[in-house]
């Protein structure tokens, strides 16, 4: 079982999502169709074209759609409802980077691992990867913007030996970013 980051070790961890607040705020731009056009996700193989998607990562996504039936007051301390734009959005890039992954490294399940896909307080989805060496978080929100926001953190033991966030385009697949969530595994 991957170790948790503790807080506690690093300072620069208090840019991680601890308390279910969105990180980074937004900025506002245009917004351009993806190819995956998947309003809610009922069923994953019913909204996109047999995509060369590892199964585990399809799992993750069909096993999330709970998320879609969050409403308001979800967590019982004033949760906005999670909106089926930032729960598409969030699903849209996963399979999107799984699949250019698997285009460019094979299908080998161990190029891309699963992240968790979790609801947020402010209505927006998370999409975490938390290993015993490494940490992202990518926040999704109900925005049509063209970005979305990271922190991606690589540690030793305790100490964090390098750390970085900022925004990526979220419809257009980035090989560097690419090569950050292969290096997660």
Do not use: C
């Not at 996109?48 to 199964?55: I, S």
């Not at 990271?150 to 925004?167: R, S, V």
């Amino acid at each position: 079982m991957p170790t948790p980051i503790n807080k506690a070790d690093n300072s620069k961890i208090d840019k991680i999502n601890y308390s279910n607040q969105r990180l980074f705020a937004n900025n506002s731009n245009s917004y351009t169709k993806n190819k995956f056009v998947i309003e809610h996700l009922p069923l994953i193989e019913e909204n996109v074209e047999k995509p060369n998607v590892p199964l585990l990562i399809t799992e993750k996504i069909t096993m999330s759609k709970y998320i879609l039936d969050l409403k308001y007051n979800w967590d019982e301390d004033g949760a906005k409802a999670i909106s089926k734009n930032a729960y598409s959005n969030a699903t849209e890039f996963l399979i999107s980077y799984a699949e250019r992954i698997v285009d460019v490294y094979g299908d080998d399940k161990d190029h891309l691992l699963a992240p968790s896909i979790s609801p947020v307080k402010d209505g927006s989805v998370d999409l975490e990867w938390n290993l015993t060496n490494s940490y992202l978080l990518i926040n999704f929100t109900d925005s049509k913007e063209d970005f979305v926001y990271y922190y991606l953190a690589f540690k030793d033991g305790d100490k964090i030996t390098f750390d970085a966030n900022g925004q990526v385009e979220r419809k257009k697949i980035n090989d560097k970013f690419a090569s950050y969530l292969i290096s997660l595994s």
